[in-house]
């Protein structure tokens, strides 16, 4: 039986759009249901069987910059004209309850994390290849050519943040990227600053 953490691990998960982020996190939610994921807030409408503080947090555009003026953010970002971005509060509340918190940002957002939390765990995922990137995203058919075109483009641009990252997953079999993930974490969790805890007063 593993002692009770001290401090959550925060993690943070980034990838190009088609990648299939959300499936491999609902995976992996399915399998350790001690994570806690957080629900970016957003200014972008839903799409299609997106539900408000499920998928998205959806907010108007005053409501969020209310937010950024109040220094209520972990992290914001623009991504294709909308904001998104993470509450400092529900975070560091969780973290400091001894749980781990996920996060799913874009790579500007995972550099402002950075910044403010080295300690966190760096997670991008990526596609078996390019191509299949491409296959993915004009399969879903909610997008113009156009604007795939430039989901590809902003993908290539991502792909090189991908050496400050500290584990690179491949989403090839959604099961396999989420055992992955789940190994990353277990071996976080063993870090000697993470079980010091474990040895005091010996």
Do not use: W
């Not at 584990?167 to 870090?191: F, P």
Request: hydrophobic share 40%; with cysteine.
């Amino acid at each position: 039986m593993r002692g009770k953490k001290t401090r959550g691990q925060l993690i943070v998960l980034s990838g190009p759009s088609g990648v299939g982020k959300s499936t491999v996190i609902s995976e992996l939610l399915h399998e350790r249901e001690d994570i806690y994921f957080s629900v970016s807030f957003t200014t972008r409408g839903p799409r299609v069987g997106e539900a408000d503080g499920v998928n998205y947090n959806f907010v108007t555009r005053e409501i969020f910059e209310a937010m950024i003026a109040g220094d209520e953010l972990l992290e914001y970002a623009q991504y294709v004209g909308n904001y998104y971005g993470t509450s400092l509060k529900l975070i560091e509340e969780k973290l400091a309850a001894g749980v781990d918190v996920l996060l799913d940002i874009e790579v500007q957002g995972a550099a402002k994390v950075r910044q403010k939390c080295p300690d966190a765990c760096f997670i991008f995922i990526i596609p078996p290849s390019f191509e299949e990137l491409s296959r993915r995203l004009h399969g879903r058919n909610t997008d113009g050519e156009d604007v795939i075109a430039g989901r590809l483009e902003k993908a290539r641009e991502e792909y090189r943040q991908i050496p400050n990252y500290d584990y690179l997953v491949v989403n090839d079999k959604v099961s396999q990227a989420a055992a992955e993930i789940i190994a990353i974490l277990t071996a976080e969790s063993c870090r000697t600053k993470n079980r010091m805890n474990l040895v005091e007063g010996v």
